[in-house]
Nanobody
């Protein structure tokens, strides 16, 4: 069973940058789309970004478009989320997920444990 492990979360200042990572243990990493979702305290989990199997197609939530970039390295079984111009509203636990190319969380069958990102004002 595939295991996804996020890392790179932490504390950032408003306007700052942070890159988080997700490493997959699966041998079939390149055959799945990868997504990032986030969940703020007291709120529902929401879509952030998704990238296709080959990495040539991406989609972003309107709230992060232009500030956040998703990318992947299939040779390293890793997906990245580069976050710039961070806002306090970006504070959340960020989860990576593996599945079909979609903005729906139920399209993803494997999830990581999450990494906390906190943006101070």
């Amino acid at each position: 069973q595939v295991q996804l492990m996020e890392s790179g979360g932490g504390l950032a200042q408003t306007g700052g940058s942070l890159t988080i990572f997700c490493a997959s243990s699966g041998a079939t990493f390149s055959t799945y789309a990868m997504g990032w979702f986030r969940q703020a305290l007291g709120k529902e989990r929401e879509f952030v970004a998704v990238i296709s199997e080959s990495g040539d197609v991406t989609r972003y939530a309107d709230s992060v478009k232009g500030r956040i970039t998703i990318s992947r390295d299939n040779g390293k079984n890793t997906v990245y989320l580069q976050m710039n111009s961070l806002k306090p509203d970006d504070t959340a636990v960020y989860y990576c997920a593996q599945g079909a190319y979609s903005v729906r969380s139920d399209s993803f069958g494997a999830w990581g444990q999450g990494t906390q990102v906190t943006v101070s004002s």
